[in-house]
């Protein structure tokens, strides 16, 4: 098995690699997507709308869901997969950016998923605006060789067209909803309509050719909706769609406490982590209660809640009540590296510092950030961290065991307390000022989305699921665009789940 960054500075991706293969799968022309151009986010603007004026997306998913009813599928959304006791499966999040951070991933994702029954994207199947035409690069091209079925459960960005792509290319097909009444002139509603961004016509010969490239007839799934349950082996795995604004509304929330109940183990494939950056975001259902209460209840046996959105991987087993639930962020299947280096020293739930994992680890976080900032900033000289600098300073500020033990002789100097400071490195909760608080939210918040690189490592992630009758082994696997990880994906992570 090759090093993983937990073992040395080469196994993370850091010095002078070989490239990997990738750039073989991928398309001629790749249209680089930045998060810092205007027309980008202005295209993506119906989340800002939506928390201005009122989110639409409960009404909207229920008109999609009575649509896929009335065309027959299960009233229980329940998907039924002759597995037997033992079968594997794949998690992926976040991956529709169709350039080389996505790509590079394929090849790793290919050779672990070998033997697996089926993969689940966890949010964000395809960035900016989840359009029908980029479905082709961004989905159909990058795993047309997975032979399994791939579910998905939507994440923001596929709501940002009003999750009309999305419903065709999972949900057979189901045609366009027909437009609502127009609301009454200057209400909330009004100002929302008039500024909404609309759906784009799709171009169906593009469609139609980028459907060929996952046509065998092992390939297919097609989901009830846009929020399902798949039932497996031993296992119930629940997906939910948390919209635009990372909530469900009351319709769904009533079919996930019914379809929660029962001593069957279940693991929650959601697009909203409940325990992210060290805090914990339980996702409100309308009309009362949280996702995150009916999963600790212990009648329903939840042992695990995977979530997307955040785009790297984080682990927290949350005690609740004598039994663990494994609380995974896995959103690193492809878009844009969210730092890790912003997350504080982890005090939540009675998860401490010593339970928490996290990929990358905070110091490569660094030292990422830290060359990317020199390159925009012009400021190489200044800004650019060694990954042992970067590990030790992060150690430092933290209080903590690095989770690769720095080179040696690797020093934390004035300049790398600085710069630490400056990109946002989390801290102690007992050393946190107000002061410091609202510079790493301003830093995750305002910088990080403009994190795209086109050079490795890039630090993407996905997850591997072998269930038995007694247990879920999930492993974490790294994917950096060099040769070494495509040959041999390391393992950042491992947790054996009982499902007894």
């Given at each position: 098995?090759?090093?993983?960054s937990?073992?040395?500075?080469?196994?993370?991706g850091?010095?002078?690699?070989?490239p990997?293969?990738?750039k073989?799968l991928?398309?001629?022309?790749?249209?680089?997507?930045?998060?810092?151009?205007?027309?980008t986010?202005?295209?993506?603007?119906?989340?800002?709308?939506?928390?201005?004026f009122?989110?639409?997306?409960?009404r909207t998913?229920?008109?999609?869901v009575a649509?896929?009813e009335?065309?027959?599928a299960?009233?229980?959304?329940?998907?039924?997969r002759q597995?037997?006791d033992?079968?594997?499966?794949m998690?992926?999040?976040?991956t529709?950016e169709?350039?080389d951070?996505q790509?590079a991933v394929?090849p790793?994702?290919?050779k672990?998923?070998?033997g697996?029954?089926?993969a689940?994207i966890?949010?964000?199947v395809i960035?900016?605006v989840?359009?029908?035409?980029?479905?082709?690069?961004k989905?159909?091209r990058?795993?047309?060789?997975y032979?399994a079925?791939?579910?998905a459960?939507?994440?923001?960005?596929?709501?940002y067209?009003?999750l009309?792509?999305?419903?065709?290319?999972?949900?057979?097909?189901?045609?366009?909803?027909?437009?609502?009444p127009?609301?009454?002139p200057?209400?909330?509603?009004w100002?929302?309509?008039?500024?909404?961004h609309?759906?784009?016509?799709?171009?169906?010969?593009?469609?139609a050719?980028?459907?060929e490239?996952?046509?065998?007839p092992?390939?297919q799934?097609v989901?009830?909706?846009p929020?399902w349950?798949?039932?497996?082996?031993p296992l119930?795995?629940v997906?939910?769609?948390t919209?635009l604004?990372?909530?469900?509304?009351?319709?769904?929330?009533?079919?996930?406490?019914?379809v929660?109940?029962?001593p069957?183990?279940?693991?929650?494939?959601t697009?909203?982590?409940?325990?992210?950056?060290?805090?914990?975001h339980?996702?409100?259902?309308?009309?009362?209660?949280?996702?995150?209460?009916?999963?600790?209840?212990?009648?329903h046996?939840?042992?695990?809640?995977?979530?997307?959105?955040?785009?790297?991987y984080?682990?927290?087993?949350v005690?609740?009540?004598?039994r663990t639930?494994?609380?995974?962020?896995a959103?690193?299947g492809?878009?844009?590296?969210?730092?890790?280096?912003?997350?504080?020293?982890?005090?939540?739930a009675?998860?401490t510092e010593?339970?928490?994992?996290c990929?990358?680890?905070?110091?490569?976080?660094?030292?990422?950030?830290?060359r990317l900032?020199g390159?925009?900033l012009?400021?190489?000289?200044f800004?650019?961290?060694?990954?042992?600098?970067?590990?030790?300073?992060?150690?430092e500020?933290?209080g903590?065991?690095?989770?690769r033990?720095?080179?040696?002789?690797?020093?934390?100097?004035?300049?790398a307390?600085?710069v630490?400071?400056?990109?946002?490195t989390?801290g102690r909760?007992d050393r946190?000022s107000?002061v410091?608080?609202?510079?790493?939210k301003?830093y995750?918040?305002?910088f990080?989305p403009?994190?795209?690189?086109y050079s490795?490592?890039?630090?993407?992630c996905?997850?591997?699921?072998d269930?038995?009758?007694?247990a879920?082994?999930?492993r974490c696997?790294?994917a950096?665009?060099?040769?070494?990880q495509?040959?041999?994906?390391?393992?950042?992570?491992?947790v054996?789940?009982p499902?007894?």
């Amino acid at each position: 098995m090759s090093d993983s960054s937990r073992d040395t500075a080469q196994g993370a991706g850091w010095g002078s690699a070989e490239p990997g293969a990738y750039k073989q799968l991928m398309p001629d022309h790749v249209e680089k997507l930045s998060w810092l151009n205007p027309r980008t986010l202005w295209a993506a603007r119906n989340g800002v709308l939506a928390s201005w004026f009122g989110d639409p997306t409960g009404r909207t998913r229920s008109r999609w869901v009575a649509r896929r009813e009335a065309a027959g599928a299960p009233a229980d959304k329940v998907i039924e997969r002759q597995a037997g006791d033992r079968f594997s499966f794949m998690v992926i999040g976040d991956t529709g950016e169709g350039d080389d951070p996505q790509y590079a991933v394929v090849p790793g994702f290919l050779k672990v998923s070998q033997g697996t029954d089926f993969a689940v994207i966890a949010s964000d199947v395809i960035y900016p605006v989840g359009s029908t035409d980029d479905y082709g690069s961004k989905f159909f091209r990058p795993y047309q060789d997975y032979p399994a079925p791939i579910y998905a459960i939507p994440g923001n960005h596929d709501w940002y067209e009003d999750l009309g792509a999305f419903m065709r290319v999972f949900c057979a097909d189901t045609p366009p909803l027909d437009p609502e009444p127009r609301p009454r002139p200057l209400g909330r509603a009004w100002w929302r309509s008039l500024l909404w961004h609309r759906p784009r016509p799709a171009d169906e010969q593009r469609l139609a050719a980028a459907r060929e490239l996952r046509s065998a007839p092992a390939q297919q799934a097609v989901q009830p909706g846009p929020y399902w349950a798949i039932d497996a082996g031993p296992l119930r795995i629940v997906g939910i769609d948390t919209g635009l604004l990372g909530t469900i509304d009351a319709e769904q929330g009533a079919w996930l406490r019914e379809v929660s109940r029962g001593p069957r183990p279940k693991i929650l494939i959601t697009g909203s982590p409940l325990y992210v950056d060290g805090e914990h975001h339980p996702c409100a259902i309308e009309g009362g209660g949280t996702v995150d209460a009916i999963v600790r209840d212990p009648e329903h046996h939840y042992v695990a809640a995977i979530g997307g959105d955040i785009h790297n991987y984080q682990r927290y087993p949350v005690d609740v009540g004598g039994r663990t639930i494994q609380c995974v962020v896995a959103g690193g299947g492809g878009a844009f590296m969210h730092a890790t280096h912003t997350i504080p020293r982890i005090s939540v739930a009675g998860v401490t510092e010593r339970d928490f994992r996290c990929y990358p680890l905070r110091g490569d976080s660094l030292a990422f950030y830290s060359r990317l900032y020199g390159r925009r900033l012009l400021l190489r000289r200044f800004f650019t961290l060694t990954e042992a600098e970067a590990t030790a300073v992060v150690a430092e500020r933290l209080g903590i065991e690095p989770g690769r033990k720095p080179a040696p002789g690797a020093r934390v100097t004035r300049r790398a307390r600085l710069v630490a400071s400056l990109l946002g490195t989390g801290g102690r909760p007992d050393r946190t000022s107000r002061v410091r608080l609202p510079v790493r939210k301003a830093y995750t918040q305002l910088f990080s989305p403009g994190s795209a690189t086109y050079s490795p490592p890039f630090f993407k992630c996905f997850l591997r699921l072998d269930v038995t009758p007694d247990a879920v082994r999930l492993r974490c696997f790294a994917a950096t665009g060099n040769r070494a990880q495509e040959v041999d994906p390391p393992v950042e992570d491992e947790v054996v789940i009982p499902l007894k």
